[in-house]
């Protein structure tokens, strides 16, 4: 055979098309961006609630559209390098979220007011300290956790979890040491928020993240009804936004105490030592 003709009889190797997720994403954050601009020209001077709540929803969407990657998991940005879904993260994206979307509707509403400095809001030393804590917990978790990933997992511990974890998710639980993982990225799931992180308690509810999803979804709640119950005031009376609410000292004992059992469950050992 002549090597033109050997040349022609090869097949083409076809590029891999891009997941359809990623191929629309940037296509995606550019509408929702608009749309967040149409929001605060349109809205924001005479239905201050509805621009804030639309804002936040447009604001989500906008996050999980800019972060959506070739790897096939939905939700990506609150996957973890152990392919688990990170509580840390969630809690973290949450706050910023709300706190981002009040301090564009209320710089907009400002705008519409007529105000002379309308990015004069002040941003209580309250939700500084929030904030700070919600950091402290994302940044700290893989810190505290390192070691036991260069810690020998026990075998039958380790075939007892995997067992249990591909009846209740379908998927096959790998380790890193003594920490458990996830082969890909799409084997995350919702129930890892709420399951422990080590090969000895992987498939086993664990209070103190239980806890920490708890307190969080609560104090989210409240501090949303503060936000709703500033931005639900009359348009009409042309009055500006002079700061964001400021959270009472309790809620903040309340939200440091509850990460600091967060983060303080994750230096018990929750898997069988071995020599």
């Given amino acids: 055979m002549s090597p033109l003709l050997a040349l022609m009889g090869k097949k083409k190797k076809k590029r891999a098309a891009p997941p359809p997720d990623t191929a629309a994403a940037p296509w995606i954050a550019a509408g929702l961006l608009v749309a967040i601009a149409y929001v605060a020209v349109r809205t924001a001077g005479d239905h201050r609630l509805a621009a804030w709540l639309l804002t936040l929803i447009l604001m989500a969407a906008l996050l999980f559209a800019a972060t959506q990657t070739p790897l096939r998991a939905r939700f990506a940005i609150f996957v973890d390098r152990r392919n688990r879904m990170s509580l840390s993260r969630v809690q973290f994206a949450a706050w910023i979220i709300l706190l981002l979307s009040a301090l564009f509707t209320a710089v907009t509403v400002n705008l519409h007011a007529g105000a002379p400095d309308p990015f004069a809001i002040e941003f209580p030393r309250a939700l500084w300290i929030l904030l700070a804590i919600a950091a402290i917990s994302l940044v700290g978790s893989p810190m505290l956790l390192a070691p036991k990933a260069r810690q020998r997992a026990a075998r039958k511990e ?21 920490l458990a993982r996830k082969r890909k990225p799409a084997h995350a799931r919702w129930s890892d928020l709420f399951r422990g992180e080590e090969t000895g308690n992987a498939s086993y509810l664990d209070v103190a993240r239980i806890q920490l999803f708890t307190v969080t979804v609560i104090l989210f709640v409240l501090y949303g009804l503060a936000l709703a119950r500033l931005f639900d005031e009359p348009a009409e009376t042309g009055a500006a936004i002079a700061a964001l609410p400021a959270p009472h000292a309790g809620v903040l004992a309340l939200f440091g105490l ?5 983060l303080a469950n994750k230096l018990v050992a929750h898997s069988k030592p071995v020599a």
């Fill in 158 to 178: 380790l075939a007892r979890e995997s067992s249990r974890v591909r009846r209740l998710d379908g998927v096959e639980l790998a380790h890193e040491g003594q």
């Fill in 258 to 262: 509850s990460h600091t059992l967060y």
